[in-house]
């Protein structure tokens, strides 16, 4: 699909732990041109003006869905290669990130190696899936929905808005900032393919989740 000489790949992670360290994987390899953002909207707004290759797309950024980013981007840039790389392993969302125009979808858990040989299968014309991924995409849904895994903070966030506190009130009951709560609902959302707040909340009912 590209040629494998030097590369324009961007890298979009609002952590930045997780963008230094793919940067310097990436810079190991020593055929890339790397650029890095924290925000999806720079992404969108750098190749305006520049040709990327490849986008690595976290899933959960401060400004908006990975989701939506990658749908944006092919929209712009249809021969761009994206590939998600997040720790959301829920196969509606893997789908849904595919359906948008997605090249591939890495698991943040994945090796170095496998994080390469991803990238270079997808420059091949192939969909790069870490193994986990691939695991998480067979693996038969014994019902039409599959329960999300939630960690302890997307539980205690999910209590909180089923008893009707605002982003503030969560934000200052669990002591982190009202960025933090909304990127959590953002999550919680995708989590559960819902519309809103309503449907979340119906929804994680009905599964006994709350």
Request: proline share 1%; aromatic share 6%.
């Amino acid at each position: 699909m590209y040629k494998n000489n030097c590369l324009n790949l961007v890298i979009v992670d609002d952590h930045p732990m997780i963008l230094e360290g793919l940067k310097s994987l990436l810079q190991q390899a020593g055929k890339y041109q790397l650029f890095s953002f924290t925000k999806g909207l720079a992404a969108l707004d750098f190749i305006q003006e520049n040709t990327a290759h490849i986008i690595l797309l976290d899933i959960v950024l401060n400004d908006g869905s990975g989701l939506d980013f990658c749908k944006a981007i092919k929209q712009k840039s249809p021969k761009t290669i994206v590939i998600g790389i997040s720790n959301q392993a829920e196969r509606s969302i893997i789908f849904r990130f595919l359906e948008n125009g997605g090249n591939g979808y890495i698991l943040k858990n994945a090796d170095a190696h496998e994080i390469i040989q991803c990238i270079d299968n997808a420059i091949n014309g192939g969909v790069a899936l870490s193994k986990e991924v691939q695991e998480i995409m067979l693996s038969a849904s014994s019902n039409n929905f599959e329960l999300p895994r939630l960690t302890k903070r997307e539980q205690q966030v999910l209590e909180s808005i089923a008893k009707g506190n605002t982003s503030a009130e969560i934000a200052e009951k669990l002591f982190i900032s009202v960025i933090t709560v909304e990127t959590h609902r953002r999550n919680l959302l995708q989590k559960f393919n819902a519309k809103n707040m309503i449907e979340l909340v119906k929804v994680a009912t009905e599964n006994k989740l709350i």
